[in-house]
């Protein structure tokens, strides 16, 4: 990518759905693919698909196409998932227990280190293949695992204090799922998932006499 362009977040997000779609491609032996079946396979229109892979360069052939492997690795190396994530998780209720546990994150090399949790009953206790790890330890523990995600799936009311321990312990990255907003330094990217707000919008769509 040339130096001094930023490249929007819808992007970034259009290009992690690409990866995924590419994925699946290359599993089921797909060679080529077009702007056109990108259309259709994810609904972005195929000007917008091309524009979104110009930022980094140039990618396929006219009148050929894209080779399936050859862009799904370079989409991939842009969003830097050619070597495995570390990913911690704060939070050992019923969402973080459900999160520890998603094997698609293997897939597509994100790994979960390590769980933590402030609840003495749940410290120490397996959680899949992990034990629950105290909170209050998570800048030490970090030290070692080295993770630069962090998911924050705990209660509002804590949240922001989980947030303020995980940027201590070094992580740069969150994926908060608590539904609050987040103040946090620069240089630390946050993303929210707000599944109340997202049913909102569902609800909007809904037919008025459905």
């Given amino acids: 990518m040339p130096d001094g362009i930023k490249v929007p977040m819808p992007t ?8 995924s779609v590419l994925t699946d491609l290359k599993v089921r032996n797909i060679e080529t693919i077009s702007s056109a079946d990108i259309e259709t396979r994810t609904g972005v229109n195929a000007a917008q698909f091309r524009k979104d892979l110009s930022y980094f360069g140039e990618f396929g052939r006219p009148g050929i196409g894209y080779n399936v492997i050859e862009l799904c690795s ?17 939070g050992a209720g019923n969402l973080g227990s459900a999160l520890a546990g998603y094997q698609p994150l293997r897939a597509e090399n994100f790994r979960i280190v390590a769980v933590f949790d402030s609840n003495p009953r749940k410290i120490g206790a ?3 293949s992990l034990t629950i790890k105290d909170v209050a330890n998570i800048v030490e523990e ?13 209660p509002a009311s804590v949240a922001q204090e989980v947030a303020d321990r995980l940027v201590k312990a070094k992580v740069s990255t969150i994926l908060n799922f608590a539904p609050t907003m987040l103040r ?9 998932v707000d599944f109340v707000q997202e049913l909102a919008v569902l609800s909007f769509h809904l037919p008025e006499n459905g």
Avoid: D, H, M
């Fill in 142 to 154: 970090n030290k070692t695992l080295k993770a630069k995600i962090g998911i924050v799936a705990v």
């Fill in 12 to 19: 970034l997000e259009r290009l992690a759905t690409y990866f």
């Fill in 184 to 192: 946090l330094p620069e240089g630390v990217t946050v993303r929210n």
């Fill in 126 to 128: 397996q959680l899949w």
């Fill in 74 to 90: 370079r989409i991939s190396r842009i969003l830097k998932l050619e070597k495995t994530q570390p990913v911690v998780i704060v």
